[in-house]
């Protein structure tokens, strides 16, 4: 098992910056793939980022390229989401996963085995 939990989440303006953390805990063997996902009211979860155990492979969904970083620190067991120049439509509760796999799809959800609780993102205008 592995347990997540997030943090950094809370309140900023548009064009404002917010850094997101995943701590991994148990069997962090099963965190070879990592990823963040977002769920805004009324709408479905959908992907916003992913990286592979050795940092070296990322991939972001078109919305969030060139403004979020996804990055890992193994030692730590920990993924970090820095988001930059943040718009009122990032806001939603973003969630970190993962998986013992360091292949396959970044951007499924049933391709993870294991989510945190969320951390919510308020973004205002």
């Known amino acids: 098992q592995v347990r997540l939990v997030e943090s950094g989440g809370g309140l900023v303006q548009a064009g404002g910056s917010l850094r997101l953390s995943c701590a991994a805990s148990?069997?962090?063997?099963?965190?070879?793939?990592m990823g963040w996902f977002r769920q805004a009211p009324g709408k479905e979860r959908e992907f916003v980022a992913g990286?592979?155990?050795?940092?070296?492979?990322?991939y972001y969904a078109d919305s969030v390229k060139g403004r979020f970083t996804i990055s890992r620190d193994n030692a730590k067991n920990t993924v970090y989401l820095q988001m930059n120049v943040l718009k009122p439509e990032d806001t939603a509760v973003y969630y970190c996963a993962a998986r013992s796999s360091v292949f396959g799809s970044f951007t499924s959800i049933v391709g993870y085995d294991y989510w945190g609780q969320g951390t919510q993102v308020t973004v205002s205008s």
């Open positions: 148990g069997r962090t063997s099963s965190s070879g793939t």
């Open positions: 990286i592979r155990r050795s940092g070296g492979s990322t």
